[in-house]
C-alpha cells in the first residue's frame, strides 16, 4: 500500500529545509547577506581602476589626450566599468531593502534613492568623458584644425566629470552608505557595531571633505580629502568583506522571516 503521508520538511536553527533534503537550511537572510557582500566588492573593483588607470590620461592631460595622446579603449572600457558600478551600487541597496526596513523603512527607502542619485552622478561623470573621445576622434579627423577649441570643449567635458564624481561617489556615498547603512546596521545590530561605527564616522567626513573642495577650502584630490575618506573606505570594504564571510548577525528583524520577498528569495 503507498503511503499518502506527506514527507516532513526539516528544520535546522529554526529555517525550513527542502522535503528530502538534509544539511545546510535554505536561509534567505544569509542569502541575501552574500549577495549584498558581493555586489559592495564589485563596487571597489569597478570603480577604483576606472579613476586609476583607465581614465587617468585623459584627466591628467586632456589637450594631450584630446590632439591625439591616450586610447579611447581604455577610456571606453572605464566606462563599462562604471556601468556595471551603477549596477552593483543600486543592488546593495534594493538587495537589502526587505530586511533593513524592518529597522526604519523610511531609512531604507532613502539608502535606495541616496544609491539612485549617485548612479545618475556617476553616469553623468562617465557620459562626458565619452563626448571628450568623440572630440578626439573629430579632432584627428579634422587634421589639427580648430584644435584649441576642441581642447577647450575636452576640458569642460572633464570638468563635468570632476564635479559630478564630487556630488556622486563623494557627498552623496557618504550620506548614503556611511550615514544611512551605517544607521541601520548599528541599530540592528546585523554588523558588530564597532564596524558600522565607521560609517558613522566616515560618511559625515566624506560629505565634509565634498563641501569643503567645493567651496575651495582644499584641492579635489589632495592629501586632505583622502585622509578624510579613509574611515569610508575602511567601511564599505568591512561589509563586502563581513557580510561574505559571517553574514548578518543574529538580529530581532532577522527572526521574523515572514516577508514575501525573503520567502521568494529562499525558494
Given at each position: 500500500m503507498i503511503s499518502t503521508k506527506p514527507t516532513p520538511t526539516a528544520v535546522h536553527n529554526g529555517a525550513a529545509l527542502s522535503p528530502g533534503r538534509t544539511g545546510v537550511p535554505v536561509n534567505a537572510t544569509r542569502q541575501i547577506a552574500l549577495v549584498t557582500g558581493i555586489l559592495m566588492l564589485i563596487t571597489f573593483l569597478t570603480s577604483i581602476p576606472a579613476q586609476l588607470l583607465f581614465y587617468h590620461p585623459l584627466l591628467t592631460d586632456t589637450a594631450k589626450f584630446i590632439l591625439g595622446g591616450g586610447s579611447d579603449t581604455a577610456v571606453?572600457?572605464?566606462?563599462?566599468?562604471?556601468?556595471?558600478?551603477?549596477?552593483?551600487?543600486?543592488?546593495?541597496?534594493?538587495?537589502?531593502?526587505?530586511?533593513?526596513?524592518?529597522?526604519?523603512?523610511?531609512?531604507?527607502?532613502?539608502?535606495?534613492?541616496?544609491?539612485?542619485?549617485?548612479?545618475?552622478?556617476?553616469?553623468?561623470?562617465?557620459?562626458?568623458?565619452?563626448?571628450?573621445?568623440?572630440?578626439?576622434?573629430?579632432?584627428?579627423?579634422?587634421?589639427?584644425?580648430?584644435?584649441?577649441?576642441?581642447?577647450?570643449?575636452?576640458?569642460?567635458?572633464?570638468?563635468?566629470?570632476?564635479?559630478?564624481?564630487?556630488?556622486?561617489?563623494?557627498?552623496?556615498?557618504?550620506?548614503?552608505?556611511?550615514?544611512f547603512l551605517g544607521y541601520l546596521m548599528y541599530r540592528s545590530g546585523l554588523m558588530p557595531r564597532g564596524l558600522a561605527l565607521l560609517g558613522l564616522i566616515g560618511g559625515p567626513l566624506v560629505m565634509a571633505s565634498g563641501i569643503a573642495v567645493l567651496f575651495g577650502v582644499f584641492k579635489a584630490g589632495g592629501a586632505e580629502q583622502f585622509i578624510a575618506t579613509i574611515p569610508e573606505i575602511l567601511w564599505e570594504l568591512s561589509v563586502g568583506i563581513y557580510l561574505i564571510v559571517k553574514g548578518f548577525k543574529p538580529s530581532p528583524i532577522t527572526s521574523r522571516v515572514t516577508d514575501p520577498a525573503l520567502s521568494r528569495i529562499a525558494s
Open positions: 571606453q572600457v572605464g566606462a563599462l566599468s562604471e556601468v556595471l558600478l551603477v549596477i552593483a551600487n543600486v543592488g546593495t541597496a534594493v538587495v537589502l531593502y526587505p530586511i533593513l526596513k524592518r529597522q526604519n523603512e523610511i531609512v531604507a527607502l532613502g539608502f535606495i534613492m541616496e544609491r539612485v542619485l549617485e548612479g545618475v552622478a556617476i553616469m553623468v561623470g562617465f557620459f562626458s568623458l565619452l563626448a571628450a573621445v568623440t572630440l578626439r576622434q573629430d579632432a584627428a579627423g579634422a587634421g589639427g584644425a580648430n584644435a584649441a577649441a576642441l581642447v577647450t570643449a575636452g576640458k569642460s567635458l572633464v570638468a563635468v566629470h570632476d564635479w559630478t564624481f564630487l556630488i556622486g561617489p563623494g557627498f552623496l556615498d557618504g550620506l548614503g552608505t556611511g550615514l
